[in-house]
C-alpha cells in the first residue's frame, strides 16, 4: 500500500499548476495532474516521474463543464487514489467589457474559477478531515482584492477564491487540515495570452514573476500552514493598499492598467 501523499493539481499541463505540481513531486508526493490537454499532461507526467520517482495520474478533463467534479472525482476513486491535498489552480480570464464579451465564454469563466472549484472541495474535503490531515491549496489572484472593469467576471471569480479560501480555514481550524489562498499578481503564463493581455500596462510594468517562482512561493506557504500567500512585493503593497483605498479609486486603477501599454 502506498503511503505517500497524494495530491490533485488542476490545471497541470502549463504555468503555475505545472511548476506546483513540480513542487510536490520534488518532495515526494505523487500527483494526479487534471487539464484539457491530454498530450500535454503525459508529458508533463513522464517528466515528473522520470525526474523524481513518484507516480503521476493523468486525468484529462474540461472543468467548464457543469458538474464535471464528481466525474473527476470517481476516476479518482477508480484509480485506486485517496487525495491527500487538492490545488485548485485551473483558471482563466478575458479582457474586455462585460457587455461585449460571449456570454459562453463568462459563463465557462464561473464553472472553472468558481464552481468546480468548489465542486472538488466540497467532495474532496470530508475525506481530510476523516483523516486529519492534508490541505486545498486555491490559486486566486491579486485581482480579488478590489473590482476589476473591462475584466469584470474574473476579478469576481478571484474575489470569491480569496473570500472562501478564508472562510474554509477558519472553519477546519484545529483539524489537522489546512486551507491556502495563493494570490499571485501579474505572471509569465498563458494566461496572458488567452485574456489578450500581453500589452497592458499590467503586464508592460515588468513586475510579471516566472511562474516557478510563484508556485515555490505557494507551495512553502501552505507547507507552512498560512491562510493567505501574495508573492512579490510589488503584489503585496497592491494587495493590501486596496483596503485603505475607497472602491471606487481602486477600480479606476483596476481600469488604468488593463489598458494597451
Known amino acids: 500500500m502506498n503511503s505517500r501523499e497524494t495530491v490533485l493539481v488542476t490545471g497541470a499541463s502549463s504555468g503555475i499548476g505545472a511548476e506546483l505540481a513540480r513542487c510536490f513531486a520534488r518532495s515526494g508526493s505523487d500527483v494526479a495532474l487534471l487539464a484539457r490537454r491530454e498530450e500535454a499532461l503525459n508529458e508533463h507526467a513522464q517528466s515528473l516521474q522520470d525526474t523524481y520517482g513518484v507516480a503521476a495520474h493523468v486525468l484529462p478533463f474540461d472543468l467548464s463543464t457543469p458538474g464535471i467534479g464528481r466525474e473527476v472525482v470517481d476516476r479518482v476513486d477508480a484509480l485506486g487514489l485517496t487525495i491527500d491535498v487538492l490545488v485548485n489552480n485551473a483558471g482563466f480570464g478575458n479582457r474586455g467589457s462585460f457587455v461585449d464579451t460571449e456570454d459562453r465564454e463568462q459563463l465557462d469563466m464561473i464553472n472553472v474559477n468558481i464552481s468546480a472549484l468548489t465542486h472538488l472541495a466540497r467532495l474532496l474535503l470530508p475525506g481530510m478531515l ?11 489572484s491579486t485581482a480579488g482584492f478590489q473590482p476589476g472593469p473591462n ?9 470569491y477564491v480569496l473570500s472562501f479560501s478564508e472562510a474554509l480555514a477558519q472553519e477546519v481550524s484545529g483539524s489537522g487540515v489546512t486551507v491556502t489562498c495563493l494570490a499571485p499578481g501579474p505572471t509569465k503564463t498563458d494566461f496572458a495570452d488567452r485574456a489578450e493581455m500581453h500589452d497592458t500596462l ?12 510563484v508556485a515555490n512561493y505557494g507551495y512553502d506557504a501552505f507547507r507552512r500552514g498560512d491562510t493567505l500567500a501574495v508573492p512579490g512585493l510589488p503584489n503585496k503593497v497592491g494587495a493590501f493598499a486596496t483596503r485603505f483605498l475607497p472602491r471606487s479609486v481602486a477600480s479606476k486603477v483596476a481600469a488604468y492598467l488593463h489598458r494597451d501599454g
Open 130 to 140: 476523516d483523516r486529519g490531515r492534508g490541505g486545498i491549496l486555491n490559486v486566486g
Open 151 to 159: 475584466m469584470a467576471v474574473y476579478y469576481a471569480t478571484k474575489a
Open 202 to 213: 499590467l503586464f508592460e510594468s515588468g513586475a510579471a514573476m516566472s511562474p516557478a517562482a
